[in-house]
Antibody
Framework: QVQLVQSGAEVKEPGASVKVSCKTS????????MHWVRQAPGQGLEWMGR????????VYAQKFQGRVTMTRDTSISTAHMELSSLRSDDTAVYYC?????????????????WGQGTLLTVSS | DIQMTQSPSSLSASVGDRVTISCRAS??????LAWYQQKPGKVPKLLIY???TLQSGVPSRFSGSGSGTDFTLTISSLQPEDVATYYC??????????FGPGTKVDIK
């Protein structure tokens, strides 16, 4: 079955960077967009962007432009999300989530499944 | 960008009640809408896509309707295990993907 397994919790100081990984299995990694969504404590879901694992092409939410970098390693079917210049309000659970539509359709779809989430705490 | 709103922000209902949650888009999005359920401390779970298509394995008491700008998620008979926050999400109008702010459902 399709599985997304994320890297473990992180604690970072303000100004630092963090890189979260999402290892996939059970499907063709390069066949579906991978999205990143975050959720601050007690808050809603916020889309950060997505990567095309086939081409490496990315689309980022305007809010994160210049601070987020999404990459992939096709040899190990893993997507990465790096966020820089961390602030306290970046404290959140970060999720990877696979798009359901094949990349060949060239459309963004709904998300299923999701990774288990990675808690990032930004604190001095 | 297209904005998504949900109402109410929270509700409390009795077991067996019919519950409806509304989601509105600031511009027409055809039927490009999904609904997710997130139980406390858990990962969001896909319930419905294409506004009204039930995801495999989701109980039939959940249903979705709407098109254009106005959408509804209905729970026909609320169960204790339905306590969760429900989010709508618009997709395929590109980009960004946008989620609604969520509706928290409790048992009275």
């Amino acid at each position: 079955q399709v599985q997304l397994v994320q890297s473990g919790a992180e604690v970072k100081e303000p100004g630092a960077s963090v890189k979260v990984s999402c290892k996939t299995s059970g499907y063709t990694f390069t066949g579906y967009y991978m999205h990143w969504v975050r959720q601050a404590p007690g808050q809603g879901l916020e889309w950060m962007g997505r990567i095309n694992p086939h081409s490496g092409g990315t689309v980022y939410a305007q809010k994160f432009q210049g601070r987020v970098t999404m990459t992939r390693d096709t040899s190990i079917s893993t997507a990465h999300m790096e966020l820089s210049s961390l602030r306290s309000d970046d404290t959140a659970v970060y999720y990877c989530a696979r798009d359901t539509l094949p990349i060949v359709v060239l459309l963004d779809g709904w998300f299923d499944p999701w990774g288990q989430g990675t808690l990032l705490t930004v604190s001095s | 960008d297209i904005q998504m709103t949900q109402s109410p922000s929270s509700l409390s209902a009795s077991v067996g009640d019919r519950v409806t949650i509304s989601c509105r888009a600031s511009q027409g999005i055809s039927n490009y809408l999904a609904w997710y359920q997130q139980k406390p401390g858990k990962v969001p779970k896909l319930l419905i896509y294409a506004a009204s298509t039930l995801q495999s394995g989701v109980p039939s008491r959940f249903s979705g309707s709407g098109s254009g700008t106005d959408f509804t998620l209905t729970i026909s008979s609320l169960q204790p295990e339905d306590v969760a926050t429900y989010y709508c999400q618009k997709y395929n109008s590109a980009p960004p993907i946008t989620f609604g702010p969520g509706t928290k459902v409790d048992i009275k």
